[in-house]
């Protein structure tokens, strides 16, 4: 399926959020481990996080969907696979990593595995660190990659991991930890990447009942005392998501207001807002919502986006439209993502007349004029719908493979058509 965006602009549109992928894929998997039953309100129904939910239904985990709700029936820690069971995870890297500590848990070996482009996703930082914590982890094709096999007793104790390229290596052991046999003491070497969805993860934990002692981003220790219960818990507005409908208001001028968010959400893409604001733009907050406008032209600014990962893109589309450079810096593990989006970005933003230039680490984005063109997302969620918003601006733009938005926001094309900008 294609679709072509034709210019827009000055806006004056309203949208509403969709629910967090990265809130309900981890709600899913604290309810599945509480004691008792878990009613999550609002989960985001999307690839993703039916994955998860799939998973984990495989690790013997009732979870029944209702219109609006999961109602998932606890297994106290206890999971259950009579025999080796395989988690094809497709290309959840979300839900990949974090199942791959929690599959201690289960009596029996548990294989995680994916697509193709899973199978080069790393995951050896992980793995390296589990069997300090019990586990065993065997690579059953390229090591350091899915698929892999874990077997083995969460039995706790000390691990030092390396989180530079995936903060959810870390939020995989932490979201299992609670139900180790002993406590368990986590050190990170260095500043992990997207560090703020620790936050997240932590903001979770804690709502389920688990206790974690943190120094910052360096040392995180969880009791094995306090497990998770079960509760109702409602899922907030995703800020990733979102910021595709705040960059149409950068790119096409005009003003966009975006229901469901939490002003004093833990969510690090809410820092997108900081950056459209020093861009130019006016942010608005309201008790459920934020409006975004932009009165006059567009200057370039220098950002770290490594908390913020989900909307590089997206602000790499509204660089495009500035009038000045800008450069995003702390992007490195972006080339791990569902496709390389340092180097993709780059190279479609080129073929669209855009003037770009790649460290390694970083992107510059320099005032160019801008043309339409055919944009192939590789399968990359992401990737379709930034350049969908890039489309608004400069009009005669085409995404193959629209579909693929059904990763984490099936509705996005809808919420455009609605809106009459599609």
């Not at 985001?44 to 709700?69: C, F, K, N, P, Y």
């Not at 995680?112 to 914590?133: F, I, K």
């Not at 705040?246 to 820092?271: E, Y």
Request: proline content about 5%; charged content about 20%.
């Amino acid at each position: 399926m294609t679709v072509t965006l034709k210019k827009s602009g000055p806006v004056d549109l309203a949208f509403t959020a969709p629910p967090s992928k990265s809130y309900t894929h981890r709600a899913i998997i604290a309810g599945a481990l509480a004691e008792g039953k878990t009613t999550i309100f609002r989960p985001l129904v999307a690839d993703d996080t039916r994955l998860t939910a799939r998973a984990v239904r495989a690790l013997g985990v009732s979870i029944e969907e209702q219109q609006g709700r999961l109602i998932i029936t606890g297994c106290n820690g206890k999971l259950k696979n009579r025999a080796e069971t395989t988690l094809d995870l497709d290309n959840s890297g979300t839900s990949l990593r974090l199942l791959t500590t929690l599959a201690l848990l289960a009596p029996n070996p548990v294989v995680l595995t994916g697509s193709a482009r899973m199978q080069e996703r790393p995951v050896g930082p992980l793995a390296d660190a589990l069997p300090a914590l019990g586990g065993t982890v065997e690579f059953l094709g390229k090591p350091g990659y899915p698929p892999l096999k874990v077997s083995g007793k969460l039995t706790g104790g000390a691990v030092t991991i390396d989180g530079s390229m995936s903060s959810q290596f870390i939020s995989s052991i932490l979201m299992a930890a609670p139900y180790a046999a002993s406590e368990v003491a986590i050190t990170l070497p260095a500043q992990p990447a997207s560090a703020s969805y620790l936050d997240l993860t932590l903001d979770v934990m804690r709502a389920f009942g688990a206790e974690v002692a943190r120094d910052g981003s360096e040392r995180f220790v969880v009791s094995p005392a306090a497990r998770y219960q079960g509760r109702r818990y409602t899922i907030e507005g995703d800020y990733s998501s979102a910021s595709y409908f705040f960059a149409i208001a950068a790119i096409c001028g005009g003003t966009v207001t975006v229901k469901n968010l939490a002003p004093d959400s833990v969510q690090g893409d809410r820092q997108f807002l900081a950056a459209l604001a020093r861009m130019g733009c006016t942010v608005t907050y309201g008790r459920d919502s934020v409006t975004v406008g932009r009165p006059g032209e567009l200057s370039g600014i220098t950002v770290a986006m490594s908390s913020s990962p989900d909307t590089v893109q997206t602000l790499c589309m509204v660089a495009a439209m500035a009038a000045t450079p800008t450069v995003i810096t702390g992007i490195s593990h972006l080339k791990f993502k569902e496709s390389d989006r340092i180097n993709g970005t780059a190279d479609r933003l080129r073929a669209l007349g855009g003037d770009v230039s790649v460290d390694k680490d970083s992107m510059t984005i320099r005032p160019a004029p801008l043309h339409g063109g055919t944009i192939d997302p590789a399968n990359d969620h992401r990737t379709a719908m930034s350049f969908a918003v890039l489309g608004l601006g400069v009009g005669g733009m085409t995404i193959t493979n629209s579909a693929c938005v059904t990763k984490s926001f099936a509705g996005f094309w809808d919420a455009l058509k609605e809106a009459g900008v599609l």
